[in-house]
């Protein structure tokens, strides 16, 4: 279900000239915020996506801007030597709705009005990022 709230203000910015800028803001803001917490991890920035190998295979956090230029979300992937994803995996990439903790919420999927607005929504998205997705992607490469 669509939060009405966000609609309201979505719609707000679509009339705001300011709103691209903003936009660019919160966005800068993500990407610094994910290359914080990814770095240490070993993980390397390349365009909008970073990763890291191992013997394994590459595992990769990719921010995918959506088409309509109201948010983001975080994909992650993971691919053997073979370039396939692992046996367990229905798909090449998921998102971070399995970390959410559950009622199907993605904290992935970052809306850059809320980003601006309010900040714990990436505060939050990291720390779950850092302290569940990352070690479960991390272990495909043990």
Same mark, same amino acid.
């Given at each position: 279900? +669509?939060?009405?709230?966000?609609?309201?203000?979505?719609?707000? /910015?679509?009339?705001?000239?300011? @709103?691209?800028?903003?936009?660019?803001?919160?966005?800068?803001?993500?990407?610094?915020?994910?290359?914080?917490?990814?770095?240490? @991890?070993?993980?390397?920035?390349?365009?909008?996506?970073?990763? &890291?190998?191992? =013997?394994?295979?590459?595992?990769?956090?990719?921010?995918?801007?959506?088409?309509?230029?109201?948010?983001?979300?975080?994909?992650?992937? @993971?691919?053997?030597? +073979?370039?396939? =994803?692992?046996?367990?995996?229905? *798909?090449?990439?998921?998102?971070?709705?399995? @970390?959410?903790?559950?009622?199907?919420?993605?904290?992935?999927?970052?809306?850059?009005?809320?980003?601006?607005?309010?900040?714990?929504?990436?505060?939050?998205?990291?720390?779950?990022?850092?302290? *569940? /997705?990352? =070690?479960?992607?991390? &272990?495909?490469?043990?």
């Amino acid at each position: 279900m +669509e939060d009405e709230d966000l609609s309201a203000r979505k719609h707000h /910015a679509a009339h705001d000239p300011a @709103f691209p800028g903003r936009r660019e803001e919160a966005h800068a803001r993500i990407v610094a915020a994910l290359d914080g917490a990814l770095r240490p @991890f070993g993980y390397a920035l390349k365009g909008s996506t970073w990763s &890291r190998s191992s =013997p394994r295979g590459k595992s990769a956090v990719h921010l995918q801007r959506n088409r309509y230029g109201w948010e983001v979300q975080i994909l992650l992937r @993971f691919v053997t030597p +073979e370039g396939e =994803p692992p046996a367990e995996w229905d *798909e090449a990439e998921m998102t971070m709705e399995r @970390f959410g903790g559950g009622g199907g919420e993605d904290p992935g999927r970052l809306a850059f009005l809320d980003v601006l607005e309010k900040p714990a929504h990436l505060s939050r998205t990291i720390d779950i990022l850092t302290l *569940e /997705a990352l =070690p479960w992607l991390d &272990r495909l490469h043990d």
